[in-house]
């Protein structure tokens, strides 16, 4: 392998997956435990199309884990449409500013392209200012304001 490569993840990711899922965790603080990671796990390589969430790996040249995508069909009921969401993404942080996140958000935009979603889209913290750096550079901000309705 001479470059990055972007794959649906297999047997092989998992410990790297893991890896960069916990650094994703941690970014947030949240406590992750082998239950929950383990559900996600069976999520993101289940065999079928469409489980209740899908993912991607970046890999680097020697074949490690340095990034994930998380995401999903999302309904858009004014739409009459399936568009995406994206609920996760992570770059190994020494990878950071090699275009990782963006090969992982292009990515997942060629796979809506192929779904025929209108759109994707994703949240982000106020003050995750390095990501909000991409994505103001890859996609428009929207208007909408996130609420959160704990059950």
């Given at each position: ?17 893991r890896r960069v ?55 858009s009921p004014l ?27 292009d990515e997942v ?43």
């Amino acid at each position: 392998m001479s470059e990055i490569t972007i794959v649906k993840p297999g047997p092989r990711d998992k410990d790297g997956w893991r890896r960069v899922y916990n650094g994703y965790a941690n970014f947030y603080k949240r406590e992750m435990t082998d239950a929950v990671a383990d559900r996600v796990w069976a999520w993101i390589t289940a065999p079928e199309a469409h489980g209740p969430c899908e993912g991607r790996v970046a890999r680097a040249p020697d074949g490690r884990v340095i990034g994930l995508a998380h995401f999903r069909d999302m309904a858009s009921p004014l739409r009459g449409a399936v568009a995406g969401f994206l609920d996760d993404l992570f770059v190994d942080p020494a990878w950071r500013g090699q275009k990782v996140g963006r090969l992982l958000l292009d990515e997942v935009a060629a796979i809506g392209r192929t779904r025929n979603w209108p759109f994707y889209r994703w949240l982000t913290g106020d003050d995750n200012y390095r990501a909000r750096t991409l994505y103001d550079q890859a996609a428009k901000r929207t208007m909408w304001i996130t609420y959160q309705y704990d059950l």
